[in-house]
Structure formats: C-alpha cells, structure tokens
C-alpha cells in the first residue's frame, strides 16, 4: 500500500492550494482517510478526516477555510486550502485505512496507513 500527498508548496497569505492524496493498493472508497500536519518544533496534528460515507471533521483552526473531499474514481482523497494563513505552513501528511466508520475522528492517528508529507509553505 502506498500513499502519495502532492500539491504542497509555497503560497502567499490568503491564496489557496489543493492537496492531493493519491492511494495504490488500497481501495479508499468505504474506508476512512485524515490529513494530518506537523510543523517545526511542534506535534503533529490532525486537519482534516473523512468517514466511510463521506462524513467529514476538522480541527478548529481550519474550519470554514479548508475542505476535504473523495474521488473515488480516481482512489484520491483532497484537502482543499483557501485563505491561508502564515501557521498552516507545515508538512502534510495523509493516512488512510479500510476501517469502516460513519464519522471520523480529526485527531486520531491510529491508522494502518501514512504517505510521506507534502511541504506547504505560507508566506508573502
């Protein structure tokens, strides 16, 4: 099973960046997928789930500013980032499993599955 994130980079305050997580050998549709972050000197944290039936969850600090979306055609799970701020910039991370759940978790970590991080960087 393997986990891609994409989609990171830099961006100015305010702007907007979609992350993507691409997922081989594991069907994501029906399962359950998190984005997580971790910045410099701090734990790593959890943005953004969602649940088997496309329930979603997120952590305060991004709510109303980020959303998170599945293709399963495509077996690719998105974070859609709009307004962002200078303390989103972090390392993202996406996990995934095939746990079958109708609400997720934000900052559960226990999954089978993580993808190595994708930079986003926010600055003017």
């Known amino acids: 099973v393997q986990l891609q994130a994409s989609g990171g980079g830099l961006v100015q305050p305010g702007g907007s960046l979609r992350l993507s997580c691409a997922a081989s050998?594991?069907?994501?549709?029906?399962?359950?997928i998190g984005w997580f972050r971790q910045a410099p000197g701090k734990e790593r944290e959890g943005v953004s789930c969602?649940?088997?039936?496309?329930?979603?969850s997120y952590a305060g600090s991004v709510k109303g500013r980020f959303t998170i979306s599945r293709d399963n055609a495509r077996n690719t799970v998105f974070l859609q980032m709009d307004g962002v701020e200078a303390e989103d910039s972090a390392v993202y991370y996406c996990?995934?499993?095939?746990?079958?759940?109708?609400?997720?978790?934000?900052?559960?970590?226990?999954?089978?599955?993580w993808g190595r991080g994708t930079q986003v960087t926010v600055s003017s």
């Open positions: 996990a995934a499993d095939r746990t079958y759940t109708l609400s997720c978790a934000v900052n559960s970590k226990s999954y089978d599955y």
């Open positions: 050998g594991l069907d994501l549709d029906g399962g359950r």
């Open positions: 969602i649940g088997s039936r496309g329930d979603t």
